[in-house]
């Protein structure tokens, strides 16, 4: 049986163009529906984008609590940047507004500047089209309305960097395998490959392979999760409540007991502490 109120966590592969909130809306309410509640907690550990693929962990109930945890985990994405050419965004969500000279670059330039600038502890800075906080505004409502952003550079963490096809010298492509820290924006680490290579490049897609141990054959889609969700038995809010309670009072016995051990055991220590008591000699 299903504890969505106590919590359980999901692992899908998010389809293209959905955001990661639609993906945690369609779940939520399938979750009302078999539970007859509003009060459904869902929650993803960790954004991606619409245009992006992949794992994609949701969290229900008490098991959001376990979100910072799980998106804290490292993340492997498959990569396929656009050499020559650059978007305001730094993928296809908006229009190529730069194109550049690519015919220089070759495989050798390519695997030197990813081993010596792409490699280890790294300085980024996120997109402007990112949900990074300006004045409190997500920086991307400010940039699709055409103002100026300014975004403080992050330190990141690249485990490890591999291309894994290369179009070169015939067309200006590249797919790469990424591992690396939470906090990285793909996106900008395309922009900032661009420029090491003395061009620009954009993302042409994005798939998130693994985060932390999950890896994306481990997912279901999210029609596979629906289909499940549908065929399950439910632990009702009510029952839930119900063992949550009694578990928390078991809990607080178990607590209680440890620490009026632990006062018992620390009365008798200071008991072995004390000297005996000098008595007088009769002479």
């Known amino acids: 049986m299903l504890n969505p109120i106590e919590g359980e966590i999901f692992c899908i592969d998010k389809p293209l163009r959905m955001t990661s909130f639609a993906a945690v809306k369609k779940v939520r309410a399938v979750l009302r529906t078999h539970l007859g509640t509003r009060q459904v907690k869902v929650g993803h550990a960790g954004t991606l984008d619409p245009l992006a693929t992949g794992v994609l962990l949701l969290c229900t109930g008490h098991a959001t609590k376990r979100i910072d945890e799980l998106q804290a985990g490292v993340k492997e994405y498959i990569a396929d940047l656009r050499l020559g050419a650059t978007t305001p965004s730094y993928d296809l969500e908006t229009e190529v507004d730069e194109t550049y000279e690519w015919h220089h670059i070759d495989r050798a330039l390519i695997d030197r500047v990813l081993h010596e600038q792409f490699t280890g502890s790294i300085e980024q800075v996120p997109?402007?089209?990112?949900?990074?906080?300006?004045?409190?505004?997500?920086?991307?409502?400010?940039?699709?309305?055409?103002?100026?952003?300014?975004?403080?550079?992050?330190?990141?963490?690249?485990?490890?960097?591999?291309?894994?096809?290369?179009?070169?010298?015939?067309?200006?492509?590249?797919?790469?395998?990424?591992?690396?820290?939470?906090?990285?924006?793909?996106?900008?680490?395309?922009?900032?490959?661009?420029?090491?290579?003395?061009?620009?490049?954009?993302?042409?897609?994005?798939?998130?392979?693994?985060?932390?141990?999950?890896?994306?054959?481990?997912?279901?889609?999210?029609?596979?999760?629906?289909?499940?969700?549908?065929?399950?038995?439910?632990?009702?809010?009510?029952?839930?409540?119900?063992?949550?309670?009694?578990?928390?009072?078991?809990?607080?016995?178990?607590?209680?007991?440890?620490?009026?051990?632990?006062?018992?055991?620390?009365?008798?220590?200071?008991?072995?502490?004390?000297?005996?008591?000098?008595?007088?000699?009769?002479?």
């Open 127 to 283: 997109p402007s089209f990112s949900a990074c906080k300006i004045d409190g505004k997500p920086a991307y409502k400010l940039a699709r309305k055409g103002q100026e952003v300014e975004i403080r550079p992050k330190t990141l963490v690249i485990d490890e960097i591999e291309v894994l096809h290369c179009g070169l010298p015939d067309e200006p492509t590249l797919q790469i395998r990424v591992v690396c820290s939470k906090g990285t924006y793909i996106r900008a680490l395309a922009r900032d490959i661009g420029v090491a290579l003395g061009s620009g490049a954009h993302l042409t897609a994005l798939r998130r392979t693994r985060v932390g141990d999950i890896t994306v054959d481990q997912c279901l889609t999210l029609e596979g999760l629906v289909e499940k969700l549908d065929s399950e038995t439910y632990v009702s809010p009510e029952q839930a409540a119900a063992e949550r309670l009694e578990r928390e009072r078991q809990e607080n016995r178990e607590r209680a007991a440890r620490q009026k051990a632990e006062r018992a055991a620390r009365k008798q220590e200071k008991k072995c502490e004390v000297p005996p008591k000098r008595t007088s000699q009769i002479k």
